[in-house]
């Protein structure tokens, strides 16, 4: 059984461009979660999606976005990217809020 | 606000001695409650997660945690820890009102074992 996939695993960016991350759940997961992950702030919650509709949101700038599609898998996009957005970001996929399997990340770099 | 504290940034064992790792969380209600690990290099893995039931939770590897209500706490333990043990350990819960996946995470510990 494939676990949840994440790519790119890597990402440079300038700061001011926008990226976009890519998460495919384990196959039957409709929940789908990201995080951010810094050394300083640790893991924080950006938002969820189950059946393509946002169910949770933290607190995060506008800047911050996702989307689900009616395969459940997920994107993350931030636009106008800034140094402080460097970080690994992890996405989590659920059953029925039955545990949380995790993908490697996707580490981004701002520069 | 809602809250997950981990009392131990760095915590350093030789092998096959005890560990135990505090966890603190602060919700009104029930709460779903999980321990993951992460070891070096690798993506973060479910050690074990209380729902309901038996309070004393077994998880994978041999670890185990302990779920006391009246004192908010989650505690990780083992009984000997090994080298491979060596990895940092979040504790983390559901917040109110969940089945979701909004989990909020204390800062972790990173525990560290001597050979």
Sequence with gaps: KAGVTQTPRYLIKTRGQQVTLSCSPISGHRSVSWYQQTPGQGLQFLFEYFSETQRNKGNFPGRFSGRQFSNSRSEMNVSTLELGDSALYLCASSLKGNGYTFGSGTRLTVV | ?115
């Design chain 2, 1 to 115: 606000a809602q809250s997950v504290s981990q009392h131990n940034h760095h915590v350093i064992l030789s092998e096959a001695a005890s560990l135990e790792l505090g966890c603190n969380y602060s919700y009104g209600g029930t709460v779903n409650l999980f321990w993951y690990v992460q070891y070096p290099g690798q993506h973060l893995q479910l050690l074990l997660k209380y729902f309901s039931g038996d309070p004393l939770v077994k998880g994978i590897k041999g670890f185990e945690a302990e779920f006391i209500k009246s004192k908010f706490s989650f505690n990780l333990r083992k009984p000997s820890v090994q080298w491979s043990d060596t990895a940092e350990y979040f504790c983390a819960v559901n917040a109110p009102g969940s089945n979701t996946g909004k989990l909020i995470f204390g800062q972790g510990t990173t525990l560290q074992v001597k050979p």
